[in-house]
C-alpha cells in the first residue's frame, strides 16, 4: 500500500477499484454529480490537496457565487459534527454549491436531518452521503463520560451516543484508544441507521442509486480517513464477493 492511500486509509482493493492514484489530485465536478463513485473519489482527492497544502480552492469567485443564485447541484451530501475545527468544504477542498451540509455535535440525526438527507436525495439528486466523525471529538467523549440521561437537550446528544461509547468500554479501552475507537463506532452505526431508514434511503442504498459511507477525520495531519467495511459493503464491492455457483 502506497504512503498517501495508506493515510487516507485505502487498501489496494479500494484504490484499485475506484481507480485512486497517488500522483493525482483532481477530479472531474460533472462526472461526480453524475457517477457516486466518483463522486467519493472527488472528495479523496480534495482532502489530499488540503492535508498536503496544495489546496486550489475551487468555485469561490464572484463568478461563481452569481451562477448559483438559481440553484445548486451538489454532488455530495456531508453529515458531520458541528466542531469548529473540521470545516467540510476547506478539509475537502471544494467550493460553492460542492456539498451539502448538515452539522451536529457528534454528527447525531434526528428527524430534521433525516429530512433534511432525505431533500438532498430527492429532490438536489445527490447520490453520495459521507457520514463524517472526527477524532478527539468532544460529543463522543462526553458520552463516555457522563452517565445515561443527563439533565437538559444535551441528553439527546449522549443518549444516541452512548452505544458507541459501551462498545468501547466493553473492550477494555483506556484513554485516546478508547475515544478513538467509539468515535469509529459511532460513524458505523450512523451509517448503518441510514442506509436502513425508511423509505428513502433504504431502498436507494440498497439499490447502489445512493452511496453511504463514513469516514473520520484526522485533525493532525489534516487526512480524512476512510472506514473500510462501510465501502466494502456498497453494492460494487459486495457484488465482487459473492460467490457464484
Not at 467519493?40 to 480534495?46: A, D, T
Not at 438559481?70 to 458531520?80: E, K, M
Not at 436507494?204 to 473500510?228: N, Q
Request: proline residues 4%; aromatic residues 8%; charged residues 25%.
Amino acid at each position: 500500500m502506497s504512503t498517501v492511500s495508506f493515510a487516507q486509509n485505502l487498501s489496494v482493493e479500494v484504490a484499485k477499484e475506484l481507480n485512486i492514484k497517488d500522483d493525482v489530485y483532481f477530479a472531474d465536478r460533472d462526472s461526480a454529480y453524475l457517477d457516486p463513485y466518483y463522486g467519493l473519489k472527488k472528495l479523496i482527492y480534495g482532502n489530499r490537496r488540503f492535508a498536503e497544502d496544495k489546496s486550489i480552492r475551487p468555485r469561490q469567485t464572484d463568478a461563481d457565487l452569481k451562477n448559483t443564485q438559481n440553484g445548486q447541484a451538489p454532488f455530495a451530501t456531508i453529515i458531520g459534527c458541528a466542531d469548529s475545527r473540521v470545516p467540510n468544504e476547506i478539509i475537502f477542498d471544494q467550493g460553492v454549491g460542492d456539498l451539502f451540509i448538515t452539522r451536529t455535535a457528534g454528527q447525531v440525526m434526528a428527524e430534521a436531518s433525516f429530512g433534511t438527507i432525505e431533500y438532498a436525495s430527492e429532490v438536489l439528486k445527490t447520490k453520495l452521503i459521507v457520514v463524517l466523525g472526527h477524532e478527539s471529538c468532544g460529543a463522543v467523549d462526553a458520552a463516555m463520560k457522563l452517565p445515561a440521561n443527563p439533565p437538559g437537550h444535551v441528553v439527546s446528544l449522549i443518549n444516541a451516543i452512548k452505544p458507541a461509547s459501551l462498545r468501547a468500554k466493553a473492550r477494555n479501552l483506556e484513554g485516546s484508544e478508547a475515544l478513538s475507537f467509539a468515535v469509529k463506532e459511532n460513524v458505523i452505526e450512523q451509517v448503518n441507521m441510514l442506509r436502513n431508514l425508511e423509505p428513502v434511503l433504504s431502498r436507494k442504498a440498497e439499490s447502489g442509486e445512493l452511496l453511504i459511507v463514513g469516514a473520520v477525520y484526522d485533525l493532525e495531519s489534516g487526512y480524512v480517513k476512510f472506514i473500510e467495511e462501510t465501502i466494502l459493503s456498497l453494492p460494487r464491492f459486495a457484488n465482487k464477493s459473492k460467490v457464484i455457483p
